[in-house]
T-cell receptor
Framework: AQKVTQAQTEISVVEKEDVTLDCVYETRDTTYYLFWYKQPPSGELVFLIR??????QNEISGRYSWNFQKSTSSFNFTITASQVVDSAVYFCALSEATDSWGKLQFGAGTQVVVTP | DAMVIQNPRYQVTQFGKPVTLSCSQT?????MYWYQQKSSQAPKLLFH???????NEADTPDNFQSRRPNTSFCFLDIRSPGLGDAAMYLCATSTTGRKAKNIQYFGAGTRLSVL
């Protein structure tokens, strides 16, 4: 069963618009970690954020913000005032504490296209 | 800067001709991973090394092997590449331990073409 669901396959926005990427996860572990990675056309997966299951505080980093809600098992990602450089595939991922070596379970990814 | 380096960035091989992809890291991480990523898909874990212990994913074909001669280097060997093995291959590292954050750091990938 898929543990991380990114229902949006592709989102297209015009520069300066906000875009929110949805991520819903499923786990029975009480301790787990959630991640977002960015994959630009060059191919490298770039780490953006890690959140552990005990920390529901939302986070803002520049134009990026994350909304973690355990009640709905969601970890959504918002890009404010999008720029062309934000065009990439964004992956949400889950790591369960029972996997001591940190196995990542990725969602299918959301392609973000930002046009000028 | 400490990083994960993959060579080469692009590799072309012939159908059935063995090929080796390499990964090195300066992070001194004890875990190294190899992923296969096909177009428009999420990365798929092939195997990982936890220190010197090799751990294969159940659905990784026997055609894929790996070596980790030391902490810094890890190799992916494809013994007889088929057309279906054309993909991006990503190497990643992470560290375990009490204060570890389970973050995987990825290299830029090697894009493999099979002719």
């Amino acid at each position: 069963a898929q543990k991380v669901t990114q229902a949006q396959t592709e989102i297209s926005v015009v520069e300066k618009e906000d875009v929110t990427l949805d991520c819903v996860y499923e786990t029975r572990d009480t301790t787990y970690y959630l991640f977002w990675y960015k994959q630009p056309p060059s191919g490298e997966l770039v780490f953006l954020i890690r959140r552990n299951s005990f920390d529901e505080q939302n986070e803002i980093s520049g134009r990026y913000s994350w909304n973690f809600q355990k009640s709905t098992s969601s970890f959504n990602f918002t890009i404010t005032a999008s720029q062309v450089v934000d065009s990439a595939v964004y992956f949400c991922a889950l790591s369960e504490a029972t996997d001591s070596w940190g196995k990542l379970q990725f969602g299918a990814g959301t392609q973000v296209v930002v046009t000028p | 800067d400490a990083m994960v380096i993959q060579n080469p960035r692009y590799q072309v091989t012939q159908f059935g001709k063995p090929v080796t992809l390499s990964c090195s890291q300066t992070l001194n991480h004890n875990v190294m991973y190899w992923y296969q990523q096909k177009s428009s898909q999420a990365p798929k874990l092939l195997f990982h090394y936890y220190d010197k212990d090799f751990n294969n994913e159940a659905d990784t074909p026997d055609n894929f092997q790996s070596r980790r001669p030391n902490t810094s280097f890890c190799f992916l060997d494809i013994r007889s590449p088929g057309l279906g093995d054309a993909a991006m291959y990503l190497c990643a590292t992470s560290t375990t331990g009490r204060k570890a954050k389970n973050i995987q750091y990825f290299g830029a990938g090697t894009r493999l073409s099979v002719l």
